[in-house]
């Protein structure tokens, strides 16, 4: 019974190709470091997307919850700066890594996303016993055995889980929200289409301070999600949105990596330009996308964390979208 409530926990949305697990041989204890921002806004590192919370004189907003086995270890942290309820959790968008701790949530906190959060999350047995079958069957014959006993365990969950056991959000929007917690005003927007099609941001008006989920990464090679909804001329355009609303002082907490200021987020924003300027000057000069993608490299992103990882399939995906 235990074994099959993780499972459930770990399905609750999809993983993150090439994300490192952070301080996977250390226990959920030791893995947390929590630091004050401004205003009552805090930025909380442990293993998954970066969580940021505000404290209000009444409740805590947190944004994120990071995987079901350290999400326990997350409120422990909140508690030890504040006895104030949890009353609020966003979620960024619907990758794992964000969303995984929502059945510790769910409880006492009310749930808040875009509304393809939830649709995706809700899709996600379907979505398994669509694609899985077909995966199972390469990981045998290649002799994957890891890949083979995962793919077998979410056919098995998606098979009899039932929908009301996925903490998935219950309340949901299309365009922006305004959360009011004393004299802080907590303005949450949906761009379009970018690392998913249900991302948002988080930006605490008085302290000045963003929550930019994986919108927005620190000097770490994004993942964009072409199946969940990505682009990457979507993701540039999101970034352009959030430039536009944020002012010079402007403390950013990102999906992953250290927080950032302005400067850090144009970086990133510099990224993308440079990454479709390349895949599209190949595309237009008639270059073949393989042998694109075997030549692709710029280096000036080379030491970013990630860059052999996931930097191929960004270029991948830039190619594919360039006219």
């Given at each position: 019974?235990?074994?099959?409530?993780?499972?459930?926990?770990?399905?609750?949305?999809?993983?993150?190709?090439?994300?490192?697990?952070?301080?996977?041989?250390?226990?959920?204890?030791?893995?947390?470091?929590?630091?004050?921002?401004?205003?009552?806004?805090?930025?909380?590192?442990?293993?998954?997307?970066?969580?940021?919370?505000?404290?209000?004189?009444?409740?805590?907003?947190?944004?994120?919850s990071q995987y079901p086995d350290v999400a326990p270890g997350i409120l422990?942290?909140?508690?030890?700066?504040?006895?104030?309820?949890?009353?609020?959790?966003?979620?960024?968008?619907?990758?794992?890594?964000?969303?995984?701790?929502?059945?510790?949530?769910?409880?006492?906190?009310?749930?808040?996303?875009?509304?393809?959060?939830?649709?995706?999350?809700?899709?996600?047995?379907?979505?398994?016993?669509?694609?899985?079958?077909?995966?199972?069957?390469?990981?045998?014959?290649?002799?994957?055995?890891?890949?083979?006993?995962?793919?077998?365990?979410?056919?098995?969950?998606?098979?009899?889980?039932?929908?009301?056991?996925?903490?998935?959000?219950?309340?949901?929007?299309?365009?922006?929200?305004?959360?009011?917690?004393?004299?802080?005003?907590?303005?949450?927007?949906?761009?379009?289409?970018?690392?998913?099609?249900?991302?948002?941001?988080?930006?605490?008006e008085k302290a000045r301070v963003l929550h930019g989920g994986d919108l927005?990464?620190?000097?770490?090679?994004?993942?964009?999600?072409?199946?969940?909804?990505?682009?990457?001329?979507?993701?540039?355009?999101?970034?352009?949105?959030?430039?536009?609303?944020?002012?010079?002082?402007?403390?950013?907490?990102?999906?992953?990596?250290?927080?950032?200021?302005?400067?850090?987020?144009?970086?990133?924003?510099?990224?993308?330009?440079?990454?479709?300027?390349?895949?599209?000057?190949?595309?237009?000069?008639?270059?073949?996308?393989?042998?694109?993608?075997?030549?692709?490299?710029?280096?000036?992103?080379?030491?970013?964390?990630?860059?052999?990882?996931?930097?191929?399939?960004?270029?991948?995906?830039?190619?594919?979208?360039?006219?």
């Amino acid at each position: 019974m235990k074994r099959l409530l993780l499972i459930t926990l770990l399905c609750l949305a999809v993983p993150v190709p090439g994300l490192p697990e952070e301080h996977p041989d250390r226990s959920p204890a030791d893995i947390f470091r929590v630091s004050p921002l401004r205003g009552n806004v805090y930025v909380l590192y442990g293993r998954g997307g970066n969580v940021g919370f505000y404290v209000g004189p009444d409740a805590v907003f947190v944004v994120d919850s990071q995987y079901p086995d350290v999400a326990p270890g997350i409120l422990d942290q909140i508690r030890k700066i504040t006895d104030r309820p949890v009353k609020y959790l966003l979620n960024t968008h619907y990758h794992v890594d964000h969303v995984g701790g929502n059945p510790v949530f769910r409880p006492f906190s009310l749930i808040v996303a875009h509304e393809n959060v939830r649709k995706r999350m809700l899709a996600s047995p379907s979505e398994i016993l669509r694609d899985y079958p077909g995966e199972l069957e390469k990981a045998r014959k290649a002799g994957n055995e890891k890949g083979e006993k995962y793919y077998a365990e979410q056919i098995e969950w998606a098979r009899k889980v039932k929908v009301e056991e996925i903490a998935a959000p219950f309340l949901t929007f299309e365009s922006e929200i305004r959360l009011y917690l004393g004299d802080e005003v907590i303005r949450v927007w949906h761009t379009p289409p970018a690392h998913t099609d249900g991302d948002s941001v988080a930006y605490f008006e008085k302290a000045r301070v963003l929550h930019g989920g994986d919108l927005i990464w620190s000097r770490v090679i994004p993942f964009i999600d072409v199946k969940g909804g990505g682009t990457p001329k979507g993701h540039a355009a999101a970034l352009d949105e959030i430039l536009r609303n944020l002012p010079s002082d402007a403390m950013i907490i990102p999906g992953h990596g250290d927080v950032m200021d302005l400067q850090g987020l144009k970086a990133f924003r510099r990224y993308f330009a440079d990454l479709l300027e390349l895949a599209g000057k190949a595309k237009s000069a008639g270059v073949p996308r393989e042998e694109f993608l075997k030549t692709a490299d710029l280096p000036a992103y080379r030491e970013y964390s990630g860059y052999e990882r996931r930097f191929k399939d960004n270029c991948a995906a830039a190619y594919d979208e360039a006219p």
